[in-house]
C-alpha cells in the first residue's frame, strides 16, 4: 500500500501478531526513536531504507518518529489484527486541481486526486480529522487510515 504523506501530516500504521510490516521510506533512515521496550522489533533493511516491524506483545498504541537526511515522519503504531499492514510505501503526497468525489454526507465531502486527500467540512463547527482541527477544507495524507472525530472514515483507498 503507498502512503503518499504530507509534511506534517501524524498518520498511523497497523501491526499484527500474524505476519511482519514493512515500511519503506523514499530514501535511508537516519535515526528513528519511539514506542517502548517489549512492544516490538525492529529490523532495518533494504541499505536502510525499509524498517521491518515484528509486535512482541498485543494491545499497544505508540508515537514513533523516523528522521531521513531532509524529512521526518512521525507517526502511530498500533496493534490491530483487523486493520494490520503488511507492506507500506512512504511517498511525498502532492496538492492536484483534479478531484473525484469519494464520499458525501451532511456533515463533509472527501474528494480523491492521484497523491492526496481533498476534505471539505460542511459542518459549522470546527472538527477534527486525524490530529488536525478543520475549519472549512484541507489536503490530506492519502492511504494511511483518516478518522473524523475520532471515527475511521477512510482506509487503504476505500471511504468507509
Known amino acids: 500500500m503507498i502512503y503518499y504523506i504530507i509534511t506534517g501530516h501524524i498518520f498511523t500504521i497497523f501491526l499484527s501478531m500474524s505476519h511482519l510490516t514493512s515500511v519503506n521510506f523514499p530514501n535511508k533512515v537516519q535515526d528513528y ?3 517502548q521496550e517489549g512492544d516490538f522489533k ?11 516491524y515484528e509486535p512482541k506483545q498485543k ?20 496493534y490491530s489484527e483487523k486493520f494490520s499492514n503488511k507492506d507500506v510505501e512512504i511517498r511525498k503526497a502532492e496538492r492536484c486541481a483534479y478531484f473525484t468525489l469519494l464520499k458525501e454526507t451532511k456533515e463533509y465531502q472527501l474528494f480523491e486526486c492521484p497523491k492526496s486527500l481533498f476534505f471539505v467540512n460542511k459542518s459549522k463547527r470546527p472538527v477534527k480529522v486525524g490530529e488536525q482541527t478543520i475549519k472549512t477544507k484541507s489536503y490530506l495524507s492519502k492511504g494511511p487510515p483518516i ?9 487503504q483507498g476505500r471511504a468507509l
Open 33 to 35: 526513536v519511539g514506542g
Open 42 to 52: 525492529i529490523y532495518e533493511l533494504n541499505k536502510g531504507k525499509s524498517l521491518v
Open 59 to 78: 494491545g499497544f498504541s505508540r508515537n514513533f518518529i523516523t528522521f531521513l537526511k531532509e524529512e521526518k515522519y512521525h507517526f502511530n503504531l498500533k
Open 147 to 155: 478518522y473524523l472525530d475520532g471515527k475511521m472514515i477512510y482506509y
